[in-house]
Protein backbone atom coordinates (compact mmCIF):
# COMPACT_ATOMS: atom_id res chain seq x y z
CA UNK A 1 0.00 0.00 0.00
CA UNK A 2 1.28 3.50 -0.55
CA UNK A 3 0.34 7.06 0.28
CA UNK A 4 -2.67 6.96 -2.63
CA UNK A 5 -3.85 3.70 -1.97
CA UNK A 6 -4.42 4.96 1.93
CA UNK A 7 -5.73 8.03 1.13
CA UNK A 8 -7.92 6.03 -1.30
CA UNK A 9 -9.09 3.64 1.21
CA UNK A 10 -9.93 6.62 4.00
CA UNK A 11 -12.09 8.41 1.62
CA UNK A 12 -14.06 5.21 0.95
CA UNK A 13 -14.02 4.38 4.45
CA UNK A 14 -15.75 8.33 4.88
CA UNK A 15 -17.93 7.50 2.04
CA UNK A 16 -19.11 4.17 3.32
CA UNK A 17 -20.32 6.25 6.66
CA UNK A 18 -22.10 8.78 5.07
CA UNK A 19 -24.45 6.49 2.08
CA UNK A 20 -24.66 3.21 4.80
CA UNK A 21 -25.60 5.81 7.72
CA UNK A 22 -27.39 8.33 5.33
CA UNK A 23 -25.95 11.51 7.32
CA UNK A 24 -23.86 14.18 6.57
CA UNK A 25 -21.20 16.25 7.87
CA UNK A 26 -22.62 18.46 10.39
CA UNK A 27 -25.14 15.96 12.20
CA UNK A 28 -22.68 14.75 15.15
CA UNK A 29 -21.73 11.35 14.43
CA UNK A 30 -18.42 9.49 13.79
CA UNK A 31 -18.72 10.97 9.99
CA UNK A 32 -17.56 14.56 11.55
CA UNK A 33 -14.58 12.86 12.75
CA UNK A 34 -13.63 10.82 9.98
CA UNK A 35 -14.56 12.87 7.05
CA UNK A 36 -12.43 15.48 8.71
CA UNK A 37 -9.34 12.97 8.85
CA UNK A 38 -10.08 11.96 5.20
CA UNK A 39 -9.80 15.66 4.26
CA UNK A 40 -6.55 16.28 6.14
CA UNK A 41 -4.78 12.91 5.08
CA UNK A 42 -6.06 12.94 1.25
CA UNK A 43 -4.68 17.25 1.20
CA UNK A 44 -1.27 15.83 2.76
CA UNK A 45 -1.28 12.72 0.43
CA UNK A 46 -1.06 15.13 -2.49
CA UNK A 47 1.83 16.89 -1.13
CA UNK A 48 5.79 15.90 -2.30
CA UNK A 49 7.38 13.48 0.35
CA UNK A 50 4.46 12.23 2.08
CA UNK A 51 4.90 8.84 3.66
CA UNK A 52 2.23 6.69 5.28
CA UNK A 53 2.53 7.74 8.39
CA UNK A 54 2.91 11.88 7.41
CA UNK A 55 -0.51 10.58 5.66
CA UNK A 56 -2.34 9.29 8.93
CA UNK A 57 -0.53 12.08 11.49
CA UNK A 58 -2.63 14.49 9.11
CA UNK A 59 -5.68 12.21 9.27
CA UNK A 60 -5.81 11.83 13.06
CA UNK A 61 -5.11 15.68 13.25
CA UNK A 62 -7.95 16.17 11.50
CA UNK A 63 -10.65 13.91 12.78
CA UNK A 64 -9.77 15.38 16.33
CA UNK A 65 -10.39 18.80 15.24
CA UNK A 66 -13.78 17.12 13.67
CA UNK A 67 -14.55 15.57 17.44
CA UNK A 68 -13.95 19.00 18.93
CA UNK A 69 -16.25 20.62 16.77
CA UNK A 70 -18.75 17.98 17.69
CA UNK A 71 -19.32 19.60 20.84
CA UNK A 72 -20.82 22.43 19.54
CA UNK A 73 -24.04 20.20 17.52
CA UNK A 74 -27.17 19.25 18.51
CA UNK A 75 -27.56 15.57 18.20
CA UNK A 76 -29.99 14.20 15.79
CA UNK A 77 -29.64 10.02 16.32
CA UNK A 78 -29.74 8.32 18.70
CA UNK A 79 -30.13 8.35 22.30
CA UNK A 80 -28.25 11.91 22.22
CA UNK A 81 -30.26 12.94 20.60
CA UNK A 82 -32.94 12.44 23.62
CA UNK A 83 -31.08 14.35 26.00
CA UNK A 84 -29.48 16.74 23.12
CA UNK A 85 -29.77 19.95 25.81
CA UNK A 86 -27.40 17.76 27.93
CA UNK A 87 -24.56 16.54 25.22
CA UNK A 88 -23.97 20.07 24.23
CA UNK A 89 -20.11 20.96 24.99
CA UNK A 90 -19.63 17.23 25.29
CA UNK A 91 -17.82 15.44 22.23
CA UNK A 92 -19.94 12.44 20.29
CA UNK A 93 -18.81 9.17 21.01
CA UNK A 94 -19.29 7.97 17.31
CA UNK A 95 -16.74 10.88 16.35
CA UNK A 96 -14.22 9.49 19.16
CA UNK A 97 -14.30 5.95 18.59
CA UNK A 98 -13.45 7.32 14.80
CA UNK A 99 -10.47 9.37 15.95
CA UNK A 100 -9.60 6.12 17.70
CA UNK A 101 -9.46 3.90 14.73
CA UNK A 102 -7.32 6.57 12.74
CA UNK A 103 -4.59 6.52 15.55
CA UNK A 104 -4.83 2.65 15.88
CA UNK A 105 -3.67 2.50 12.28
CA UNK A 106 -1.35 5.22 12.83
CA UNK A 107 0.03 2.97 15.25
CA UNK A 108 0.25 0.19 13.21
CA UNK A 109 1.76 2.21 10.11
CA UNK A 110 4.61 3.23 12.48
CA UNK A 111 5.51 -0.08 13.56
CA UNK A 112 5.89 -1.12 10.02
CA UNK A 113 7.47 1.97 8.54
CA UNK A 114 10.06 1.17 11.75
Not at 11 to 27: L, V
Not at 38 to 43: K, L, V
Not at 97 to 104: E, H, N, T, V
Amino acid sequence: MGPEELTDYLNGFTEGIRKRGKCSPGDRTILDAMAAGAERASIRGREAGATLTSIMEAAVEGAGEGVEVTKQMVPKYGKAAVFAARAIGTADQGAIAGLYMLMGLLRSIRKLEE
